[in-house]
């Protein structure tokens, strides 16, 4: 099973923590962030590695400023969510997914 979390860069130590805890008890499976930015943080390294690393400019957005920047950063992860579903559907080629 493939886990995935959208993120903005002040976040990324809280995936960090929710990747380590399902690695802990589910090691086989794999944990996706998006990070919700237009690039990619220069401070990810220090949280560990994640399995995948997916930026939501890049998945599909015609306007990533017009569609994100209106939101909170909360608003912005549920606006991402479906077009993260896809990306790991479909480009990491799995079937089962679970969203934190």
């Known amino acids: 099973m493939l886990?995935?979390?959208?993120?903005c860069a002040?976040?990324?130590a809280l995936a960090s923590l929710l990747r380590e805890t399902i690695k802990r008890?589910?090691?086989?499976?794999?944990?996706?962030v998006c990070i919700l930015e237009k690039?990619?943080?220069?401070?990810?390294?220090?949280f560990g590695r994640f399995d995948d690393v997916i930026l939501a400019n890049d998945i599909g957005f015609k306007n990533f400023n017009q569609t994100?920047?209106?939101y909170t950063q909360y608003e912005a992860s549920g606006a991402c969510k479906g077009n993260?579903?896809?990306?790991?559907?479909?480009?990491?080629h799995w079937k089962k997914t679970s969203y934190f």
């Open 25 to 32: 008890h589910m090691p086989e499976n794999k944990f996706v």
């Open 3 to 7: 886990f995935f979390t959208i993120v």
């Open 84 to 92: 993260c579903s896809v990306i790991c559907f479909k480009l990491i």
């Open 68 to 70: 994100i920047f209106k």
């Open 10 to 12: 002040n976040h990324l």
């Open 39 to 46: 690039e990619m943080p220069h401070n990810i390294e220090p």
